[in-house]
């Protein structure tokens, strides 16, 4: 590979399922399956079948199976894109969307390939179920014995209790609570209330609402397995009908605040985003919605230190404004992605304890974002980029928009998008 000088990177398009909570239509799809779909929606509608037509293919999943060894390869093997496609996967929690865009960014802006698609997928329907670790350690002292005898002796050890599963758990490994137990914790510290955050979710579904009326999703969703919209959407969201919910987090608290209504939801779903330089887009006479021009990760110590497990956005944006020059003021539209309410939230309230500007809630998440959505993991990065780059191309106009993704393991990816 000879490297170029850094090339602008364009966002020329994007796809993605109808989102579906989960045990629901999608409970029997597999991530191989959602994310193919999601794919192929995105080479009929930008014509990728051709030999070469995208350089590389780079998508992950947070809950995997061992059948999802190769992920990103065997989805484009079973989807319309060439098989001559390279693709490898990417995992970093709930940013593996975003750093998938990133990573196919860089190597289009150093001239390693001159288009790609990224995005990632995720099914807690379908999620894994490990051997219990007892057993596991039995079989492999089973198969590691030099005799007949000594492989029966270990099999005989096995009891019923070796039998049950061990099923995955939406906590984090260090201290064994929830991501909404740790949500929980952050809004009591920055003293969010119940009211602010059933506001923000009922404007998030609001939004999303008006975003599908309008035909604004119709060349960003694809219908999958009789969806042709997001199952978690309730258009008829008010804030008075959230306040009736009880509280399902940081309950053994009093005046709890987080509930089913201003959380997400587990979800299943699957989404990528095209990216290529200038020159590849014009060639084809397709239009640039936007360009990728800055990004930032950041983590915190959640752990042993008192930092909220979901608050590593505070830090990355602040950081990245600084390396760019750019204040919340320069950005028309704010996307941050809504793992819970309570986080929404606290992140902006840190930016402002930071010395940013208060951000515009008019240019928040104007089309509704992963309250009303719902949040499968891997996918959430390249929805939530596909969207803001539409939204700035729509305003057909010079435009910045800020994207802000918590992660678990104390982690957070941002970036910026630029209409110039």
């Known amino acids: 590979m000879y490297l170029h000088e850094i090339r602008r990177v364009a966002i020329v398009g994007g796809s993605r399922i109808p ?6 239509p999608y409970a029997t799809a597999s991530n191989q399956e959602l994310l193919t779909a999601a794919l192929n929606g995105l080479v009929e509608r930008y014509g990728l079948r051709a030999r070469g037509a995208v350089g590389e293919f780079v998508a992950g999943a947070v809950l995997k199976h061992s059948r999802d060894f190769n992920l990103a390869r065997e989805t484009v093997l079973g989807s319309a894109l060439d098989p001559h496609t390279p693709a490898y996967d990417i995992q970093q929690a709930c940013g593996t969307g975003l750093q998938a865009v990133i990573a196919a960014a860089n190597k289009i802006a150093l001239g390693a390939i001159d ?10 329907s379908d999620a894994p179920l490990g051997v219990n670790d007892e057993l596991r350690r039995l079989l492999l002292e089973a198969r590691r014995a030099k005799s007949t005898g000594a492989r029966l002796r270990a099999l005989a050890r096995v009891r019923p209790r070796h039998l049950v ?3 995955p758990r939406n906590a984090e490994p260090r201290t064994g609570l929830s991501m909404g137990e740790h949500a929980a914790i952050t809004a009591r510290t920055w003293g969010v209330s119940r009211e602010a955050q059933d506001e923000l979710a009922a404007t998030s579904h609001q939004r999303l609402a008006a975003a599908y009326e309008r035909g604004f999703l119709d060349d960003l969703v694809v219908p999958f397995r009789g969806l042709a919209r997001d ?3 309730r258009p008829g969201s008010t804030t008075e009908k959230l ?7 940081g309950t053994d608290h009093e005046n709890a605040t987080m509930t089913a209504g201003n959380s997400t939801p587990l979800t299943d779903g699957a989404a990528v985003v095209l990216l290529a330089s200038e020159e590849w887009a014009r060639e084809r006479g397709l239009d640039v919605l936007a360009y990728l021009t800055a990004y930032e990760t950041a983590a915190v110590d959640y752990v042993d230190g008192d930092e909220g497990l979901l608050m590593a956005p505070a830090h990355a944006v602040p950081r990245m404004l600084e390396r760019t020059g750019l204040g919340i ?3 028309d539209l704010v996307e941050i992605h809504e793992a819970f309410a309570s986080q929404v939230l606290a992140t902006l309230a840190a930016w ?4 940013l500007a208060p951000v515009d809630r008019a240019r928040l998440n104007v089309a509704g974002s992963s309250l009303a959505t719902g949040h499968p993991f891997a996918a959430t990065g390249a929805r939530v980029v596909a969207t803001l780059a539409k939204l700035l191309a729509e305003r057909d106009a010079p435009g910045r ?10 982690q957070g990816v941002t970036a910026v998008l630029e209409r110039s």
């Open 19 to 24: 989102f579906a909570r989960s045990d629901g």
């Open 115 to 124: 288009s790609a698609v990224a995005g990632g997928a995720d099914t807690t």
């Open 165 to 167: 599963p061990d099923i």
């Open 231 to 233: 199952q978690n959407l």
């Open 243 to 249: 306040a009736a919910l009880k509280p399902v987090f």
């Open 329 to 331: 003021g320069d950005f």
């Open 352 to 355: 402002e304890e930071q010395g």
């Open 401 to 410: 928009g800020l994207v802000s993704v918590c992660a678990a393991g104390g």
